[in-house]
């Protein structure tokens, strides 16, 4: 039951970082109708970041600040001298192009920090334990994490949502050239959107920096993951994303932790402890192929075009 | 009638002629790494061909077509292990396995289009290279060694390079051979119309994706077919050969080489490869120079290699 529980918030906030991850690349997927490979380097650039910024500074949390702020500048930067020639192009001139970038994103990290990983330490107050049921304790980092990313889901919710740029946002999504005609500088929207999309993969990759090792192709496998979620949740939806997103991270996380002992009853225990990975592995990719089969648009389409 | 004389013809039949005659300058040079290296290219030539089937005539942008590799080479590795050498049973193996495959994942994955497609075949390669990790048996992530290539009888020696060598090539020209003449029969031209006018062609009486999953199993049959051959190549077979950045190589090489040309993919996988070894001996970064390389074309020279020796014919 207690490793239920752990496991359960595990698995939310894992659904939460790729959340992060997957709303930015939404948000440029449903507005601009760009695909971006890239937005994993994004991620693997804000761990890097981050890294770096903490070690120099001693400081934690002035550390991922400028972390994250170097990311956004990167993503503008990105958007403006290469990306935004792209927008229009066919999806497949995109998906090659972004492709390009992984490539250099990916070996430019490998001359800079070398090929071997970094890691980012936590800072005492980080590391003890929480209470959070009594007789429950649960690393306060991670707790951390969840409370982040819903606090950033939550201010995602109303900007979108509540204020003037989210409308245009929303606006864009549903007809560019129409908000373009109305007046609206549509270039410093998309690079505007951009540039926070990369901000979210920063922050997310910052956050799981001191989960996991930084190291170079660490945002290739989550960009999979981020785009399952893209597709199951309906592309450009936002809210489609942040269910999408909770749901695959527990099957992950759920399958991972549970799936060798279900196995085991019924395979050998060596067969099963490699099986099962993969197995859980392959459950999201279950469900994405059948969301698509049932619901080619996703579970929750964004308004039609 | 336009002359037969042109760019575009010229190159392709130089670069056929070279590929005949390398096993040549290799034995007369003592030269045997340029023989392995273009081993290794003309078997990704034929994976980028049958890609370009889907993608250039068909419009099928598949980003999963690493699968197929790693099924054929899968197939041959396996029955391997298992003591099974014979390449008369051990290669249609491979191609059927590759043919169910294509023919599952295409039924479920052609109810999509345009970026869905993309991601769900992605997806499916995914769930086959997570397959491949998971078998224990196997190697699991660490791969499984071959330690005896396919036998054919004593018709053919595959341990011998240059032998292996002009299988390979036959097995390129007679895919492309194939892929000429499925492009210009009756059911080339209706895949074709599909690609251009879904709506026209179902209304004038055919079942577009019936015609449509045809086209994409033989595609994965051909591919499975270099993945025999890529496992016969390496010894050696594991699933980082079948992850999705493979797939993304191979259409940046159908790209590179210009999409539905028919001989594009062969000099798009060439140059692609060529540049890899080359760029790699000058730096360790190669990737550095590579990435922005792939931007660059993608911007600004549409239609690839094939596209600017069309517009160099014309000029």
Redesign the interface.
Same mark, same amino acid.
Do not use: C, K
């Given at each position: 039951m207690l490793v239920l529980v752990e496991q359960s918030l595990n698995g939310l906030q894992f659904g939460l970082l790729l959340f992060l991850l997957a709303a930015g690349l939404t948000l440029v997927f449903g507005i601009m109708d760009f695909?971006n490979?890239a937005h994993g380097s994004l991620y693997m650039m804000g761990a890097y970041f981050a890294a770096t910024f903490v070690a120099w500074t001693n400081s934690f949390v002035l550390g991922i600040l400028m972390a994250l702020g170097a990311t956004l500048l990167l993503g503008i930067a990105l958007e403006f001298i290469?990306l935004r020639?792209?927008y229009g192009?066919d999806?497949?001139?995109q998906?090659?192009?972004t492709?390009?970038?992984?490539?250099?994103?990916?070996?430019?990290v490998?001359?800079i920090w070398g090929p071997a990983g970094l890691s980012l330490p936590l800072p005492a107050w980080l590391t003890v334990p929480v209470q959070i049921v009594p007789g429950v304790f649960y690393p306060a980092y991670r707790l951390s994490i969840i409370v982040v990313a819903l606090a950033v889901a939550a201010l995602l919710y109303v900007v979108v949502m509540r204020t003037r740029i989210g409308m245009l946002i929303r606006a864009g999504a549903s007809n560019r050239e129409m908000i373009g005609a109305l007046g609206i500088n549509i270039k410093l929207l998309f690079t505007l959107v951009f540039g926070l999309g990369a901000a979210l993969a920063g922050l997310a990759g910052l956050m799981q920096a001191p989960i996991l090792t930084v190291q170079i192709g660490m945002g290739?496998n989550i960009l999979?993951l981020a785009?399952?979620i893209i597709?199951i949740g309906g592309?450009g939806s936002i809210r489609g994303a942040f269910m999408a997103a909770i749901f695959v991270g527990m099957i992950d996380t759920l399958g991972r932790a549970f799936l060798p002992d279900l196995l085991r009853t019924v395979l050998s225990s060596?067969?099963a402890s490699?099986?099962a990975?993969?197995?859980s592995?392959?459950l999201i990719?279950?469900l994405?192929?059948i969301v698509?089969?049932v619901r080619?648009?996703g579970l929750f389409p964004a308004a039609k075009r | 009638m336009k002359s037969q004389i042109n760019a575009r013809n010229v190159v392709v039949a130089l670069v056929a002629l070279g590929l005949l005659l390398l096993p040549l300058y290799s034995a007369l040079t003592g030269n045997i790494f340029i023989l392995t290296l273009f081993t290794r290219i003309v078997i990704f030539a034929l994976a980028a061909a049958s890609l370009n089937l889907i993608?250039g005539y068909g419009g099928m942008?598949s980003?999963g077509h690493a699968a197929y590799l790693g099924i054929g080479g899968y197939a041959v590795g396996i029955l391997a292990h298992e003591g099974i050498g014979s390449g008369f049973i051990q290669w249609p193996v491979a191609l059927a396995l590759s043919a169910l495959y294509a023919l599952v994942i295409g039924a479920?994955?052609l109810?999509?289009? /345009? *970026? @869905?497609f +993309? #991601? +769900?075949t992605?997806?499916?390669a995914?769930?086959a290279y997570? +397959?491949a990790?998971?078998?224990?048996?196997y190697g /699991?992530d660490d791969g499984l060694t071959i330690y005896k290539r396919s036998t054919f009888g004593g018709l053919i020696d595959l341990s011998n390079r240059v032998q292996f060598y002009y299988l390979c090539l036959a097995c390129l020209f007679g895919g492309v051979y194939l892929i000429w003449r499925i492009i210009n029969s009756r059911f080339g031209m209706v895949v074709q119309g599909v690609r251009s006018n879904e709506q026209r062609m179902q209304a004038i009486g055919f079942h577009a994706n019936r015609y449509r999953l045809v086209c994409f199993v033989i595609s994965g049959t051909i591919c499975g077919l270099a993945g025999a051959l890529l496992a016969n190549n390496t010894d050696f077979i594991s699933p980082a050969g079948m992850y999705?950045?493979r797939s /993304?190589e191979l #259409? *940046?090489m159908v *790209?590179f080489g210009g #999409?539905g040309s028919l001989f594009g993919p062969v000099l798009g996988t060439i140059v692609f490869l060529l540049l890899e070894e080359v760029l790699s001996q000058f730096t360790e @970064?190669?990737?550095?120079i #590579? /990435?922005?390389?792939?931007?660059l074309i *993608?911007?600004f020279a549409r239609g690839g290699i094939m596209g600017l020796l069309g517009r160099l014919s014309r000029a």
């Open positions: 695909v490979l290469a020639h792209l192009r999806h497949l001139d998906v090659l192009a492709f390009g970038l992984i490539l250099f994103f990916n070996d430019a490998r001359l290739e999979i785009f399952v597709v592309i060596a067969a490699t099986a990975p993969a197995l592995s392959m990719y279950l994405m192929a698509l089969v080619p648009e | 993608m942008m980003f479920l994955s109810r999509t289009r /345009g *970026v @869905y +993309i #991601m +769900i992605l997806a499916f995914q769930m997570y +397959i990790s998971g078998l224990s048996r /699991g999705w950045t /993304g #259409m *940046v *790209v #999409m @970064y190669w990737a550095l #590579m /990435g922005p390389l792939l931007l *993608v911007l």
